[in-house]
Nanobody
Framework: QVQLVESGGGLVQPGGSLNVSCAAS????????MGWYRQAPGRQRELVAV???????NYADAVKGRFTISRDYAKNTVYLQMNSLRPEDTAVYYC?????????????WGQGTQVTVSS
């Protein structure tokens, strides 16, 4: 099995920063794309940022210039540095990994970590 363990969420004031991370372990053989999605109450899950195996990153318009995605290939870990946070960034943030594991190429989801931006 493939496990994704997220950490780093929490409560932060508007304008503040948070860094969330997600480590993949278990029967993952090759990781292609890693990314972050988020889901706010009453809303659909939406893409925040993704990073390819080659290191190319793409961001949702709402977070461009404020969030930075990165990955550590040796540790199979993806990070999301979030700066200038706004109340509308409040959501559960989910890690997503697309790769080869357990004999198939598929996507895997983390359990989610809560990020709350409030004064």
């Amino acid at each position: 099995q493939v496990q994704l363990v997220e950490s780093g969420g929490g409560l932060v004031q508007p304008g503040g920063s948070l860094n969330v991370s997600c480590a993949a372990s278990g029967s993952i053989v090759s990781i292609y794309t890693m990314g972050w999605y988020r889901q706010a109450p009453g809303r659909q899950r939406e893409l925040v940022a993704v990073i390819s195996s080659g290191g190319s990153a793409n961001y949702a318009d709402a977070v461009k210039g404020r969030f930075t995605i990165s990955r550590d290939y040796a540790k199979n870990t993806v990070y999301l540095q979030m700066n200038s946070l706004r109340p509308e960034d409040t959501a559960v943030y989910y890690c997503y990994v697309y790769g080869l594991g357990s004999g198939s190429i598929r996507g895997y989801w983390g359990q989610g970590t809560q990020v709350t931006v409030s004064s």
